[in-house]
């Protein structure tokens, strides 16, 4: 599907850069909407770890949804982008105490707390201030989703949330503390979950960890379950938008909600991996005893998820028309893990053609570095190239 980018466009600026189809992100923030017509009960945040560029921030912020940040930078780029702190959710095992003031400051929805230790901090700090913190407390439900080890958050030997078994010991704290007002809970399992089974299970933790809180006298009004929806890496084009109304239907089916309720997510990658681009030029095209190489402008250090995860990405010859031949493609840092797929099928490939590294839209700018005295991507919109 070569002809979804304006190559003619393309063709004047400097290699690499992400490209946002903010028309695609917007079809799936309307999905999001329509879905959650159906559920009056839910509330979504935007998980901005995912990707934090500043357009990609306005749209999100303007369709109305909260955010979940995972940092003091976070909640700032948050409230700049317009998004309400009555709608920004904080995790983090580490939270500092500058980051918990800065969040007291702006009295944020809730801190999503993962230990005994910052408990006491937030409430400590909270006091200080004269003030209480919202907080939920983050459970590690020791369950495995079904996605890569490196991105699993919910098993037992993660270090985040707090285990289930120290539940009696959470409720002691929770009411001994003056200066926290307790929401509710939190759970998140992981990234790139496509198996609703594992929702399915979350949803079952829930209903216990629900029932243990009210029993002992601690009423639920917010349950926080996550984020982690996957998308679909190998078509990107036929899966563009994810299947949120199955999604949003397994916690309908599974997770017992009462009228007083909120069910928050936290969704990042299902909003905003397919509507980015990483857009780079082939430098050489490298004949090796065994392959062909094809190597990129663009390196590690502007996508790293295929080094660090062994994560796959669609890579397309947008500017090709020859017929298919194999090629490892590569970027040229000095890694041997600079690589973005090996044995790739390609349109023939030529020096200066571009190649389109698909589904890049979420965990790509966001962690790109400098490695190598290498610039930071560059980044347009559709609509900047108009
Ligand atoms: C990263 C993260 C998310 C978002 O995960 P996605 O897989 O991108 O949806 C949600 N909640 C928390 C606490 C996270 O750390």
Redesign the pocket.
């Known amino acids: 599907m070569a002809n979804i980018f304006p190559i003619e466009k393309f063709d004047k600026l400097e290699t690499p850069f992400y490209y946002y189809d903010t028309h695609l992100l917007r079809r799936t923030l309307n999905t999001i909407k329509d879905e959650l017509k159906s559920h009056p009960q839910y509330e979504v ?1 935007y ?1 901005i ?2 990707n934090a560029n500043p357009a990609i921030l306005d749209i999100i912020s303007k369709c109305g949804f909260g955010a ?1 940040c ?1 940092s003091g930078g976070e909640i700032e780029a948050a409230i700049k982008a317009g998004i309400p702190a009555s709608k920004i ?1 904080y ?2 095992v580490g939270k500092t105490d500058r980051e918990i003031m800065l969040a007291l400051e702006h009295n944020i929805m809730c801190f ?1 707390v993962e230990s005994f230790e910052e408990l006491e901090i937030i409430n400590m700090l909270a006091g200080e201030k004269k003030t209480t913190a919202n907080v939920a407390i ?1 459970f590690n439900p020791d369950i495995k989703a079904h996605t890569i080890d490196n ?1 699993a ?1 919910g098993k037992k030997e993660n270090k ?1 949330g707090i285990a289930i078994d120290m539940i009696d010991e959470v409720i002691e704290e929770v009411k001994s503390l003056g200066n926290i007002n307790f929401k509710g809970i ?1 759970l ?1 399992i ?4 496509l198996e609703m089974e594992d929702f399915v299970k979350l949803s079952s933790t829930v209903n216990t960890l629900v029932e243990t809180f009210e029993s002992k006298g601690l009423p639920i009004s917010d349950i ?1 379950v ?5 998308i679909d890496y190998s078509d990107p084009d036929f899966g563009a938008v994810p299947d949120f109304k199955s999604y949003f239907n397994v916690f309908k089916q599974n997770l017992k909600l009462n009228e007083r309720q909120k069910l928050h ?9 397919q509507c980015g681009t990483l857009i780079s030029r082939v430098t050489y095209v490298k004949r090796a005893p065994i392959k062909e190489f094809v190597i990129l402008d663009a390196g590690m250090n502007d996508l790293v998820r295929p080094a660090m995860y062994k994560a796959y990405h669609k890579i397309e010859n947008i500017s090709s028309p020859y017929e298919p031949k194999c090629y490892d493609v590569v970027g040229p840092v000095c890694e041997s893990s600079d690589v973005f797929g090996k044995d790739i099928m390609l349109n023939e490939t030529h020096r200066g053609d571009f190649i389109a590294i698909r589904s890049a839209g ?2 790509g700018e966001s962690m790109a570095s400098t490695y190598n005295l290498r610039k930071l991507p560059l980044s347009y919109t559709d609509t900047d190239l108009q």
């Open positions: 945040h998980a770890k995912a979940d995972v959710a995790a983090g999503n983050r991105i958050t985040f939190h998140h992981g990234s790139q979950i926080n996550g984020g982690g929806l996957g997510f936290e969704l990042g990658r299902s909003i905003v991996a979420a965990y």
